[in-house]
């Protein structure tokens, strides 16, 4: 049996709406040499050699056709494709310079239908409670820090999230929720542009 606790998704994310879902508590992550031996329990005429050999050539292919633009899949198991973003490593002047410059970010992985229903039989679940989260006292007042995120917005035109969390030692949903009311502020001087991760802060027309 496996447990799981209730996680609410933060404020940034879900737009001000109470979003809940159910999120699985991990205790310990099989490593390659934890999984081969797992797998010779149920492949015990497969040598170990014949195994590594096996997933060794499957990342060789992951490495050769992924960046070509395909997709890997394997029955079974699932579908394998790229996730691509802007790399933030080479300095841009402009935006659409910025455009240019696009790195692999990670790689998607969409389960067989076939694999979610083995493990659904597998599966039972117990819910667990998680401890309550003290709220978090900011270190300024709310006068300085309408004053940091507007020398922030002063500096480089506008501002992000992480710009006022690094500045202001806020947790990012804190954070969000503290931008929200500064915002709502008149006298802030301060509104938003964007939406969603595209957030940015900048000086309203005083």
Excluded at 106 to 132: C, M, Q, S
Excluded at 143 to 160: D, S
Aim: charged share 25%.
């Amino acid at each position: 049996m496996a447990n799981y606790f209730i996680q609410e998704l933060p404020e940034e994310l879900s737009e001000g709406q109470k979003i809940i879902f159910p999120k699985m508590q991990t205790y310990s992550m099989h490593d390659y040499e934890t999984v081969l031996e797992h797998m010779r329990v149920y492949s015990a005429n497969i040598s170990e050699g014949v195994m590594r050999a096996v997933f060794d050539a499957l990342v060789s292919t992951m490495v050769s056709w992924m960046p070509l633009g395909h997709t890997i899949k394997i029955d079974g198991l699932g579908v394998f494709s790229l996730s691509l973003g802007f790399d933030d490593g080479i300095p841009s002047e402009t935006p659409k310079e910025k455009y240019r410059h696009i790195c692999i970010k990670g790689i998607n992985f969409k389960p067989d239908p076939k694999l979610l229903k083995e493990l659904n039989k597998e599966a039972t679940f117990d819910r667990v409670e998680t401890k309550a989260t003290a709220k978090q006292k900011p270190a300024h007042t709310l006068e300085e820090r309408i004053a940091i995120a507007r020398q922030l917005i002063g500096k480089n035109g506008f501002m992000t999230l992480p710009d006022y969390v690094r500045a202001t030692g806020l947790s990012r949903s804190t954070a969000s929720r503290d931008l929200k009311n500064i915002v709502a502020n008149p006298e802030s001087h301060i509104t938003i542009r964007g939406t969603h991760s595209h957030k940015v802060w900048v000086l309203s027309d005083e």
